[in-house]
Structure formats: C-alpha cells, structure tokens
C-alpha cells in the first residue's frame, strides 16, 4: 500500500505477485501460519520471485 501511495503502482504490483505466490506455498509457510518456515527463508523466496517477475 506504501508504494502505491508513492505512486509505484507497477512496483506494488510485482510485490503483492510475489507474497501471493510464496503464501500460496505450504513449505514456505511461518508457524504462525502452521508451518515451519523461518522469515529469513520466506524473505529469500518473496525476493527470488520478484526477481523471477522481473526476467
């Protein structure tokens, strides 16, 4: 919502992407969402597929 509001949408876009996609994955899930994922590891996946989207 911040970068909208800075007028990035393109960017806010590729971002909220890239949480769909991770959230959508069960292993990369934290434990507060059941699973067993750390935040280091859904950060490094939130940042790979923001990268896949930028190919």
Same mark, same amino acid.
């Given at each position: 919502m911040m970068l909208e509001h800075l007028g990035e949408k393109p960017a806010a876009d590729r971002l909220m992407r890239a949480i769909?996609? !991770? $959230?959508? #994955?069960?292993?990369l899930h934290t434990p507060d969402l059941g699973g067993?994922? $750390? $935040?280091?590891? !859904? $950060?490094?996946?939130? @940042?790979?597929? @923001?990268?896949? #989207?930028?190919a």
């Open positions: 769909e996609r !991770v $959230t959508a #994955d069960p292993s067993q994922a $750390t $935040t280091c590891q !859904v $950060t490094d996946a939130v @940042i790979a597929a @923001i990268q896949g #989207d930028n």
